[in-house]
Structure formats: C-alpha cells, structure tokens
C-alpha cells in the first residue's frame, strides 16, 4: 500500500525497504498464475547490507488447504545482504523445512549479486529441480534428497520480496544504510507443449 516500498520505474520492478519504521513489499502471483513444471527465472539486481533479506521464490497454491510446510517451498534464490557473493537455493517440505531445508549456497569469488543484474532461475520436472545463475547449474533436488514427502507435484505461485531482519539474516546494524532496493527487469515462466 505504500508506492515508497513497490513500484515501477525506468522499466524495472523496485521492491524497496525503508528504515523508521522498518517497511518493504511483497509482489505474488497467488491466484493470478500458477503453474506446475517449467522454466521459471527472474533478472535480479540485488540490494546489500547486514539485515537485509531479498528472495525470489515459489510457494503451492494449496497452502490455505494444506498449511506450510505441507505445501510445498522452492527458494530459487534467497540473499543475505551482509553476503554480497552468496545466494541460497533451497527447498521446504513436510519433514525438511525451515533450518532443516534441502539444497546449497552459490558463492561467485570474483563478483557480487548487488553490482549488476543477474538472471536466477529452476527448470522443474516431475523427477527433479535444477537450480541457476545464468547458465551454471549449482544444484539438483530429487526426491531421493528429501528426508520427507515430495510435494512438487501440483502448481506453485510465484513471489519476490525484501524482508529486513529475521532468524536467517539478523537485524540491520548502524552500517546498514536505507533505502534498499532490489530491482526486478523480468520475470519469465516457459513451459513445455
């Protein structure tokens, strides 16, 4: 509700945090579009500082029926602003969620998620989840690697967000700077015919 925190710009999608108080935005396409299997990827300029949490990521349609984690989570890629070089993709699932969630960290040694855009994206099947950064596959998930049910097989709504703080990020400090603002130049979702 506040244009501060979401809106387009210059062609780009900006989800923004703000500092006193603490305010940002989520964008979802819950029922809007969904879809199960395909290509799904977003170019993404990341925001940076200790405490900020920006996150490109999947949810099933059927949580109002089922809850979380039952639902099913792909994390294509969540960020930690204190970690410039670093995103994680991860999948949640009944048995496999929160801490306990299954996938890897990416770290790029010569480069940083908030100097450019960069291009995320899962190609899903009914056996698998591959997971990129541009063309470099860093991760497969089947249901062999789950400690729990495999709950990918059913449509998945998409949202992309910029949380300040939490478990999984800490609280922003006094270097933090504000506003931060991750910069969204497409979202693209294929699927096979």
């Given at each position: 509700?506040?244009?501060?925190?979401?809106?387009?710009?210059?062609g780009?999608?900006?989800i923004?945090a703000?500092?006193?108080?603490?305010?940002s935005a989520?964008?979802k396409?819950?029922?809007?579009?969904?879809?199960?299997?395909?290509r799904?990827?977003?170019?993404?300029k990341?925001?940076?500082?200790?405490?900020?949490?920006?996150a490109?990521?999947?949810l099933g349609?059927?949580i109002?029926?089922v809850?979380?984690?039952?639902?099913?989570?792909?994390?294509?890629?969540?960020?930690?602003?204190?970690?410039p070089?670093?995103?994680?993709?991860?999948?949640?699932?009944?048995?496999?969620s929160g801490a306990?969630g299954?996938?890897?960290?990416?770290t790029?040694?010569n480069?940083?998620?908030?100097?450019?855009?960069?291009?995320?994206?899962?190609e899903?099947d009914?056996?698998?989840i591959?997971?990129?950064?541009?063309?470099?596959?860093h991760?497969?998930i089947?249901?062999e690697?789950?400690s729990?049910?495999?709950?990918?097989?059913?449509?998945?709504?998409?949202i992309?967000?910029?949380?300040?703080?939490?478990?999984?990020?800490?609280?922003?400090?006094?270097?933090?700077?504000?506003?931060q603002?991750?910069?969204?130049?497409?979202v693209?979702?294929?699927?096979?015919?």
């Open positions: 509700s506040e244009p501060d925190n979401v809106k387009i710009e210059d780009l999608l900006k923004t703000q500092c006193v108080p603490y305010t989520r964008v396409t819950q029922g809007l579009f969904e879809q199960v299997y395909g799904f990827e977003a170019r993404i990341m925001p940076y500082g200790q405490g900020i949490w920006p490109f990521w999947l349609n059927n109002e029926e809850s979380w984690p039952q639902c099913g989570e792909i994390d294509i890629m969540e960020y930690r602003g204190q970690e070089n670093i995103i994680h993709s991860t999948v949640h699932g009944p048995g496999y306990g299954v996938g890897r960290d990416l790029f040694d480069d940083r998620f908030d100097a450019d855009f960069h291009v995320f994206a899962i899903w009914t056996e698998y591959d997971f990129f950064v541009y063309d470099i596959h991760l497969r089947t249901p690697d789950v729990g049910e495999w709950v990918y097989d059913h449509p998945f709504f998409i992309l967000n910029v949380a300040v703080g939490g478990n999984y990020v800490g609280s922003p400090n006094q270097n933090t700077t504000f506003p603002t991750m910069e969204v130049d497409y693209r979702v294929f699927k096979e015919i």
